[in-house]
């Protein structure tokens, strides 16, 4: 297969970045990061978009733009990463992780339910490797607990399941730019929201509450400075642009090493729902082979980058400053030993790709000689 081809590649983005490089420095921080905002809330077909420093930082003030603070709980699934909760603890909320389901990756709502306290305020999904769970299941198990919806769509942008776009189904959905993602500008975030109140509180959180919400005064309460710079903002407005095109290469890439893969012994590609489009965020296999998580680690030693081999992710509820936390969850920990998720750029060609293929195909075959 051919890949498609993407355009408006770096020499467009040099011209836009040397205009914004003229014009600095501007202690306003410029237009730049509106105008952005204007072009996702375009793209995602939300109301309010609200750009910040990462994705961390997001989530960070979509969580206090929710009221969420100390002694709530929040439920996460433990398939999430410490980025996800960090904001939680920086608030004084308390994390409480909950199971997902290893054969649909969705969050495993009976254990959930079995977690929901008189203190649990609201439910953080998270939609890693761009999959996303079933809409109606979530706003079902939301509306029955009275839980505001805050999604984790870091990873996820350009993923709709069920006519619903990731990141549009809960109060607020929250976007990472980092590198590595499909949407990318180095680094960056921002978040969406049906609601003015919540992005006007947002707006305010990530610059020192200035300009405050319509009614208070500037600098009144406590925030941060997680404020996107222009340069990120241009970068970040320049893949907007290009989003739909980005979302089809990734896909194709992803098809591409997976149909490459078919038959390789121990390993069986993970597919999306029926009804779920997915973004084709990493390539995704399930590992039937000894000692599967040994041999993602060989993977990348090998130079095939992947989540759990590259950045030995494990379930969150496992990392030492939270596995006090109640029992293992131990749906999330069969995802992540058997899981190869292949990390992919817009940079990786047919021939890298091929290259990728071959390897693991080799490695496969002689694992469990």
């Known amino acids: 297969m051919t890949l498609p081809a993407v355009h408006g590649g770096p020499q467009v983005l040099a011209d836009q970045l040397a205009v914004v490089l003229a014009q600095m420095p501007d202690p306003s921080g410029g237009p730049v990061a509106g105008q952005l905002e204007h072009d996702l809330s375009v793209a995602f077909g939300v109301p309010h978009a609200v750009a910040v420093a990462s994705g961390t930082a997001a989530l960070h003030a979509a969580l206090s733009a929710c009221g969420i603070g100390l002694g709530d709980e929040v439920l996460v699934p433990a398939l ?7 904001p939680l603890a920086a608030l004084g909320a308390t994390p409480v992780f909950v199971d997902s389901d290893p054969a ?3 969050v495993d709502y009976d254990d959930a339910a079995r977690k929901v306290t008189p203190r649990t305020r609201a439910i953080l999904p998270v939609h890693l490797w761009g999959r996303m769970g079933d809409p109606a299941a979530l706003t079902a198990f939301a509306s029955a607990h009275d839980l505001i919806v805050i999604e984790d769509a870091a990873q996820a942008a ?9 990141g549009t189904i809960g109060t607020i959905g929250c976007f990472s730019m980092k590198d590595g993602k499909i949407l990318w500008s180095g680094e960056g975030g921002f978040l969406l929201t049906a609601r003015r109140d919540l992005a006007e509180h947002a707006a305010a959180f990530r610059s ?10 500037p600098l009144s309460r406590l925030a941060t400075n997680s404020r996107l710079a222009a340069p990120l903002a241009v970068i970040a407005q320049a893949n907007v642009h290009r989003l ?18 078919q038959g390789v012994p121990g390993l069986v590609a993970l597919d999306p729902a029926a009804d779920e489009q997915w973004n084709g965020f990493a390539p995704l296999l399930h590992i039937d082979l000894p ?4 041999f993602a ?7 095939v980058r992947n989540s759990t081999g590259s950045f030995r992710l494990v379930p969150c509820d496992t990392r030492p400053m939270f596995s006090q936390h109640g029992r293992p969850c131990r749906g999330a920990a069969q995802i992540l030993d058997h899981t190869l998720a292949v990390l992919l ?13 071959a390897v693991i195909t080799r490695e496969a075959t002689t694992w469990a000689a």
């Open 80 to 86: 999430s990463v410490v980025m996800t909760v960090a």
């Open 104 to 106: 649909t990756l969705d």
């Open 158 to 166: 350009g993923t709709a399941r069920d006519g619903k776009r990731a």
């Open 208 to 217: 020192h509450w200035q300009p405050a919400p319509p009614g208070q005064d």
């Open 244 to 261: 739909q095109n980005l979302v089809a290469l990734r896909r194709a890439q992803t098809r591409h090493l997976l149909h490459t893969l």
């Open 291 to 294: 000692e599967a998580r040994g």
């Open 297 to 303: 680690e060989h993977l990348a030693r090998q130079g």
């Open 345 to 357: 750029t817009e940079r990786d060609t047919e021939a890298i790709l091929d290259r990728y293929a």
